[in-house]
């Protein structure tokens, strides 16, 4: 890590511990068991991608049982616990083309019958600042676990979270294995130490405004930043306008898909969005622009840095993220239970168009749309209370030059997921 980031770095966490303008986290620990809490989450996954061009489908369907069990903190100046996640999964039928990063395949391509995955973790806490070690989901712009497959990307290492300012969170992390949705390797994607660190800070109910970095060892560096404010309006209605973008520097050794330069050393990429969403009552409509810079496009994934590392609104089964692309949204929300009609059930549509695309020896000017639609409908009360069946589909289509060999490819994809959470105690 440069020593720059290791001296802003100490300042936040420095200042964090030193700080206290709350109350004591720890203070309230009421025990071990007292505060343990445990919860097992059912999934049948399934997604459908309906090729084009001559290209392979690909499909999966399993089921899984995702485990997640917290102990309590035991009393004291200092507090300690444990804690576990992991999943157990089957495939369903034959699966003879899967794929989609859902089920992990043997050495042939044959899909996995059945597998299971996970670890455990230990936990100390003073104050308000705690520190884990050990296997973790992680929700970090710069670090972010896959979540949108059958089960979460699952890393191992240290974070530490700190609350010592009231309405300031600082955090602080390295991590050594990276385990993606579909692999039984806990270390499959081969990371060999990713450092974290970062704050969001609550100015007040209306206005958050964050930074993260990733420094990840002969791969990339990492930074981002956001920027979020909401407008109250009349009626209940209101106004948000948001700011987010990233700026990577990829080292030799990292893997990248649309690069334009031949010069390993000096791949640089910069991708920002602007949205403003209106909301008034169950409508929210909101419009994005997006663009990216540099000389590579917004690769992320690929290099152990999180399936899920992109905080940006034109994100759907494309991310709008080729070299020099430019892309604007549309996107329309509905919440049928403030019509009165079936409270729990949203809809949501948009359509993301991205032109100005440089494909490397082929054309600056490739373009990709894309049209996307999904219904969840979630149990509102009774014993299938949290229940939640989402379906969704992407009607994707890009210009010759930015096919398969470039991208995603002509693609019709379905996913539909079904959740039964259960809490175990």
């Known amino acids: 890590m440069l020593n720059a980031q290791k001296l802003t770095l100490a300042v936040l966490i420095s200042a964090a511990i030193i700080s206290s303008a709350q109350a004591s986290e720890q203070s309230e620990a009421k025990g071990f068991v007292e505060d343990a809490n445990g919860s097992i989450l059912f999934r049948t996954g399934y997604i459908s991608r309906d090729k084009k061009n001559g290209v392979d489908d690909t499909s999966s369907f399993a089921q899984t049982a995702i485990v997640n069990i917290e102990s309590g ?47 455990g973790s230990v936990k100390a806490r003073f104050s308000n600042t705690t ?90 560096e990492r930074h981002y930043v956001n920027v979020n404010y909401k407008q109250p309006l009349a009626n209940d209605s209101s106004l948000t306008y948001d700011f987010s973008g990233y700026h990577t520097k990829f080292d030799e050794g990292a893997s990248t898909y649309s690069q334009t330069t031949d010069d390993l050393s000096n791949r640089k990429n910069n991708i920002w969005a602007i949205s403003t969403a209106y909301n008034t009552g ?101 014993f299938a209370k949290d229940a939640s069946l989402r379906i969704r589909n992407s009607y994707y289509r890009a210009s010759d030059a930015y096919q398969t060999n470039a991208y995603i490819g002509d693609t019709n994809e379905w996913r539909i997921f079904l959740d039964i959470p259960v809490k175990l105690f």
Do not use: C
């Open 282 to 382: 169950p409508h929210n409509l909101m419009v994005a622009y997006q663009q990216n810079s540099g000389n590579v496009g917004y690769d992320y994934g690929e290099n152990a840095d999180g399936g899920q590392s992109i905080y940006l609104p034109n994100s759907y089964l494309s991310d709008f993220i080729g070299n020099d692309e430019k892309s604007a949204q549309i996107q329309y929300s509905l919440d049928f239970g403030k019509l009165g009609v079936l409270p729990g059930l949203n809809w949501t549509t948009a359509f993301v168009y991205g032109w100005d695309i440089k494909v490397k020896g082929l054309t600056d000017d490739a373009e990709e749309h894309e049209f996307f639609n999904q219904v969840k409908y979630t149990v509102q009360s009774g």
């Open 73 to 119: 903190f035991t009393p004291g100046i200092v507090g300690f616990g444990v804690g576990v996640v992991g999943d157990g999964s089957f495939k369903i039928g034959e699966n003879k083309n899967a794929g989609n990063n859902m089920i992990p395949q043997h050495n042939d391509g044959s899909a996995y019958d059945h597998w299971a995955r996970g670890g």
């Open 131 to 220: 520190v884990r070690y050990g296997t973790q989901v992680l929700d970090i712009p710069v670090l972010a676990s896959n979540t949108a497959r059958l089960v979460p990307e699952y890393f191992t290492g240290t974070l530490l979270t700190s609350h010592e300012i009231k309405d300031l969170e600082v955090i602080a992390g390295k991590f050594t294995k990276d385990q993606y949705s579909d692999q039984v390797n806990t270390d499959g994607r081969h990371l060999d130490r990713a450092i974290v660190w970062g704050a969001k800070y609550k100015f007040d109910d209306n206005l958050n405004a964050s930074y993260y970095g990733l420094d990840s060892k002969d791969k990339l």
